[in-house]
């Protein structure tokens, strides 16, 4: 079975540009989840959805960030404009329900230069 | 809000020996406690989950105990192998995952 698909892997690019994370959750799975880890503050989680809706986005660290589903395959993580702070390793993970494992994907490693 | 406490964050220990990590937990109410297993630049293994339930869940050389009441969990890991070095977090999951900062573990061959 495929397990959570992010892409890219790797992401570099200049402060100021727009920066946009994908993820394929496993099939089925009705909880998605994206987390960012740094050296400084670990895996925060940023935001989470049930059936594409977004149910908690109070991790998410200002309005530069935004999360979509549009559906039950696809989600994104936007950041607009990027900074040098924002550098970290995103994970994307799915869970069929709330009491369920979460299954990571390998990540994105992102630099804002 | 949910605090999550690992100790030690770091450990080294010989090769055969058994591996003994801890988990703190703030707020005992809970649905389940996850074990990762994260290697260097990868991603996160899931290794054990164990429900609110549950005292304590095992697989293979692995078992983890959960004393809810007392917002404890241990991860053993027994007759450890150099494959074994990694950095384990431990996930509280109270509608979300919150993760403690994890412990470094090196086998020695």
């Known amino acids: 079975d495929a397990g959570v698909i992010q892409s890219p892997r790797h992401e570099v690019t200049e402060m100021g540009q727009e920066v946009t994370l994908r993820c394929k959750p496993i099939?089925?799975?009705?909880?998605l989840f994206w987390y960012r880890q740094t050296m400084m503050r670990g895996l925060e989680l940023l935001i989470y959805?049930?059936?594409?809706?977004?149910?908690?986005d109070s991790g998410m660290p200002e309005d530069r960030f935004s999360a979509k589903m549009p559906n039950a395959s696809f989600s994104t993580l936007k950041i607009q404009p990027s900074e040098p702070r924002d550098s970290a390793v995103y994970f994307c993970?799915?869970?069929?329900?709330?009491?369920?494992?979460?299954?990571f994907g390998d990540g994105t490693r992102l630099s804002i230069l | 809000k949910q605090e999550v406490t690992q100790i030690p964050a770091a450990l080294s220990v010989p090769e055969g020996e058994n591996l003994v990590l801890n988990c703190s937990f703030t707020?005992?109410?809970?649905?389940?406690l996850q074990w990762f297993r994260q290697d260097p630049g990868k991603g996160l293994t899931s290794l054990l989950l164990?429900?609110?339930?549950?005292r304590e869940q095992t697989s293979g050389r692995l078992n983890a105990s959960l004393d809810k009441s007392s917002g404890r969990s241990t991860l053993y890991i027994a007759a450890s192998q150099p494959g074994d070095s990694a950095t384990y977090l431990c996930?509280?999951?109270?509608?979300?995952?919150?993760f403690g900062a994890g412990t470094t573990v090196t086998v020695r061959a």
């Open positions: 993970a799915s869970s069929p329900q709330a009491d369920q494992p979460q299954h």
């Open positions: 959805f049930n059936n594409n809706v977004p149910i908690d």
């Open positions: 164990i429900q609110s339930s549950q």
């Open positions: 099939s089925g799975h009705d909880y």
């Open positions: 996930a509280v999951n109270d509608y979300k995952l919150s």
């Open positions: 707020d005992s109410a809970i649905y389940n």
